[in-house]
């Protein structure tokens, strides 16, 4: 009996499967709160909790920027992104009575795939000014794929050449797939205070990344002979924003540093690894 339908298994019940549960957490996801995204392959971050992560009494009302806070923007536009995406977030100390890390506040996808950069980053900034108003867009920590610096044979500029010129100054980060994979597992289990998530995805404005982290963001299975293993990510819908998320969160980590309880940003540049994504 799903414990939502059997009044003996209240808050209390779920918070003690939770501990039981806490080394397979995929397991509690499917068995417990019987939640599951039927797609083939293995998910990329089985530690991903909805009921923590993006919890149900946040429901679908819209964060609100809070003005005090540092905003961090993640661009999947690299020179073999078909279709780009973007991912923003904001830091801050409280929210809704809760201490918070970092908080996604909503995700950009290209509506078509081929989209150009150029005809992305306006609509990107289109919709991101018309949901918070509020920001100011030359506050924005960017950060993107390094292959973005990479000069097309054919106009001899860069995908970031066109993002700076709409004001968008990209820090280039890591695009060994581990390392981004291993930002955003950190994110997930990382607790700003005990028991309370460092970080959170807004249910409202991040459907796909949501789902993403449900399953649609998955590793392939790949046949070799009669065995089975799991392989790249499938590159689909939901790679995408998790693409920019992965930047955000390395970034993210490079350039916050806790000091004194409070929170002290600087960018950090630096070489990326040479290896190109296969977006």
Not at 68 to 97: E, N, Y
Not at 100 to 123: K, Q, W
Request: net charge negative.
């Amino acid at each position: 009996v799903h414990h939502y339908a059997d009044p003996g298994k209240d808050e209390a019940w779920l918070d003690n499967e939770r501990r039981s549960m806490a080394d397979t957490p995929r397991e509690f996801e499917v068995e417990i709160l019987m939640r599951e995204l039927l797609l083939d392959g293995m998910p990329v971050y089985p530690n991903f909790i909805e009921d923590i992560h993006a919890p149900l009494p946040l429901g679908d009302r819209p964060i609100k920027h809070r003005q005090r806070s540092v905003i961090f923007a993640g661009w999947d536009c690299g020179t073999a992104s078909v279709h780009p995406a973007m991912v923003l977030a904001q830091h801050t100390d409280r929210l809704d009575k809760m201490p918070l890390a970092l908080h996604a506040l909503c995700e950009v996808i290209a509506p078509s795939e081929g989209m150009s950069i150029s005809d992305f980053v306006p609509y990107a900034q289109t919709i991101i000014r018309a949901k918070y108003p509020s920001i100011d867009w030359n506050s924005i920590i960017h950060f993107g794929d390094p292959t973005g610096d990479a000069r097309s044979g054919l106009t001899g500029g860069t995908a970031n050449d066109l993002m700076r010129h709409s004001g968008i100054d990209i820090q280039p980060v890591s695009n060994v797939l581990s390392v981004r994979t291993s930002a955003v597992s950190k994110l997930l289990a990382a607790e700003c205070l005990p028991g309370v998530p460092l970080f959170l995805v807004n249910r409202a404005e991040c459907p796909v990344l949501l789902n993403g982290f449900l399953g649609g963001y998955r590793l392939q299975q790949v046949k070799t002979g009669s065995t089975f293993r799991y392989g790249q990510p499938v590159k689909d819908m939901y790679s995408h924003p998790h693409d920019a998320l992965q930047y955000l969160a390395i970034g993210f980590f490079d350039c916050a540093q806790s000091i004194g309880g409070g929170v002290q940003y600087t960018i950090k540049l630096r070489e990326p690894e040479e290896e190109e994504d296969d977006d």
